[in-house]
């Protein structure tokens, strides 16, 4: 049977002849550490995300009056409905860390310098995308803890003259988070997002496949930093063959992801519902603290630092701008970090700033 569909498929498409020269020409350097696979595992975890995202569409209800408890149904009467929500939250929150670790590993090896800038610029994109898609997400349950995160976040751009209570406005549907907001961050969340960041996908690993994987640009066999003029493919005659040695490696990888996923459902399910996710959304009742999810923590507590709203928000967004073209202003050829004292001293003490803020923000 499988071989009259391979035999099939030959015959139309040359499928062997496809997969020759796609997948098993296709070069990656001997060298690869494992953090070359991180990108796989977005991918595989943004493909979780999705399957397990149209699971719970089935029963979700977007109104006001019914989410709450259309959530707690899937969560109790729903067959392996708490099985696809949990998915569904701890999914939302490892693919945050994912994507953090492969853009500060690619950051890491140099390999957003020329010619790869436009990749990064493309993952960048992708990261506010993941991280706009788990803010609309917080708010569907319509929990406490959704409600009041939400107020506290669409509030913010109200610190900017003139445009601010615009923004915060067309962002609510009015002057308060209502059902009109559930709405609005239900058709984001479902219908805007995902197609915005399946297509950064394609232009992200089109640009990866057009110009060819970079090589570690530590140890004997780094890469030699030739000046790029001219477009060229980089492949590697002493690699190995994209398919299927790199594809097991990224599958490995995923098996790894998903064991941690599924540690966290089986042992620490509330990891990521804390008390006030599980009482139903109420606008006249303003719970003791609210706090962000983990990964937003460290901007949280800095703007709680500054006392001034309006220059703490714009400082965050001049260093996501800056981060978001840093290539453009980097343009040393020099790629590897270990040669860069200074590169490296800065980025280790923005590592552990992020971390220290992290722990504050949730202790405080
Ligand atoms: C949903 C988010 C993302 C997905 C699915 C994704 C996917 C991938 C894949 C499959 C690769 C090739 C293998 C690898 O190096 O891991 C890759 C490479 C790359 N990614 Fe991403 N990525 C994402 C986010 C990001 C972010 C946030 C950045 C940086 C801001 C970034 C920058 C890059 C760069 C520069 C490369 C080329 C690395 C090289 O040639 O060595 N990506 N990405």
Known sequence: ???????????????????RTKLKRYSVPRNTNIFYTLGGVALAAFIIQAVTGFFLLIYYVPHSDHAFRSVQQIMTSVPYGWLFRLMHVVGGNLIVAVVFLHMLSVFFMGSYKKPRELTWVAGWLMLLVVLTFSLSGYLLPWSQLSYWTTTVVTAMPTTFPYVGDYIANVLRG???VSGVTLNRFFALHVALLPPILVLLMVVH???????????PPFGEQAEKAEPWN???HVSYPDGYSFYPYFVLKELYMVLIYLVIM??????VPTLFLPEGANIPADPLKTPAYIKPQWYFLAPYQMLKLIPNK?????????????FILWPFFDTKP???ILKR?????TFMASLLLWVVLTIWGRSS
């Open 341 to 345: 004292p200074l590169l490296l001293a």
């Open 262 to 267: 599924f540690f966290i459902i089986t042992f």
């Open 205 to 215: 690993i089109f640009l990866i496949r057009r110009i060819g994987l970079s090589s």
């Open 230 to 232: 001219e477009y060229r």
């Open 1 to 19: 049977m499988w071989q009259r569909i391979r035999n099939g498929l030959e015959t139309r498409i040359g499928l062997e002849d496809l997969i």
């Open 334 to 336: 020099e790629r590897n």
């Open 310 to 322: 309006f220059l703490g928000i714009s400082i965050q967004l001049f260093l996501v701008g800056m």
């Open 174 to 176: 009015g002057e308060f």
